[in-house]
């Protein structure tokens, strides 16, 4: 089960689809193979940077029975919906597959503070005994949670374990929940997003780790685990030799698009294929990321 001390790096995994758009299940298993390779501590499927919305509701759960079947990691179910049936059946059936927990945004309607505690508390009673992720990214979903918000339903919902910390800017959130947690307030693992591109300051205030998709998780392993172990230097030097392609990848609208073209060709996927409607990469972009890579590698290999 999920727990308020997990660490590390659970990787965002994207969904695998074949050239037509229908689920590619060999490749499920081949990128479930390849983040645990490269150094993913858990995995989170079904999130919005894998087109969760794009799925039925038969081909969620079979994306969720194969990863489970496939690894001994602890994975993470994005489980967020409109209302909270079909929210409960998603979970319950990610549960009974071997999940560890679920992850929950906000409902895109809320606005006041007592809105977005109520909805955590309704998560919390319709959830029952299951750990969950409040997924704090008001970029997409346009709700903004307050620190005070966040320390309110972590009091309130105890099997509320873990923050996915993706506000942008939100360093100072990180800080402030540490900062409470060491005054008393119950501690939950914190993990962070936006593709990595702020990690090793997130590392400095407080967070446990990453929680995203960045095309080379190996880099957040080795950033989180060098500074863990007090080489804050190499693990700023590793970042910053993957930061332009961090940065490339980050892009609104295409950056799935050119993350499932990297991850394919590292094999870690046989198509880059996005379910429509969804953008494909043109000539020129994926000769900037061919450039960035190439880039990329050569600063690495100076590093040694």
Request: net charge negative.
């Amino acid at each position: 089960m999920l727990t308020e001390t997990a660490r590390g790096v659970f990787t965002i995994a994207v969904t695998p689809f074949l050239p037509d758009g229908a689920l590619d299940l060999d490749s499920v298993d081949r990128m479930t193979d390849f983040y645990a390779e490269k150094g993913a501590t858990g995995l989170t499927v079904l999130g919005m940077m894998g087109e969760a919305g794009k799925l039925a509701a038969d081909e969620s759960i079979a994306v969720v029975r194969r990863v489970t079947s496939r690894t001994m990691l602890p994975v993470v179910v994005g489980v967020s919906a409109p209302g909270f049936a079909p929210m409960k059946a998603l979970a319950q059936e990610a549960m009974a597959a071997g999940a560890a927990g679920v992850m929950v945004a906000p409902s895109g309607g809320l606005r006041t503070d007592d809105q977005i505690t109520g909805y955590y508390h309704g998560v919390a009673e319709t959830l029952g005994e299951i750990p969950f992720v409040l997924q704090d990214f008001p970029l997409s979903t346009g709700v903004q949670i307050a620190t005070g918000v966040i320390l309110r339903i972590v009091a309130d919902c105890p099997t509320c374990v873990m923050l996915k910390h993706e506000d942008w800017p939100g360093l100072a959130k990180i800080s402030a929940l540490r900062a409470a947690s060491g005054a008393g307030a119950r501690r939950i693992s914190i993990l962070t997003g936006n593709g990595g591109q702020f990690l090793p300051e997130e590392m400095n205030r407080g967070a446990d780790g990453a929680m995203t998709g960045f095309a080379y998780p190996e880099m957040m392993r080795q950033v989180i685990d060098h500074w863990n172990a007090g080489d804050q230097d190499r693990a700023r030097d590793i970042f910053d030799a993957y930061l332009p392609l961090v940065r490339y990848e980050s892009q609104p609208g295409i950056g799935l698009a050119i993350r499932k073209h990297t991850l394919a060709r590292r094999g870690a996927i046989a198509h880059p294929t996005l379910r429509k409607p969804g953008p494909a990469p043109d000539a020129a972009t994926i000769a900037e990321v061919e450039a960035l890579i190439a880039r990329q590698e050569a600063r690495l290999a100076a590093l040694g």
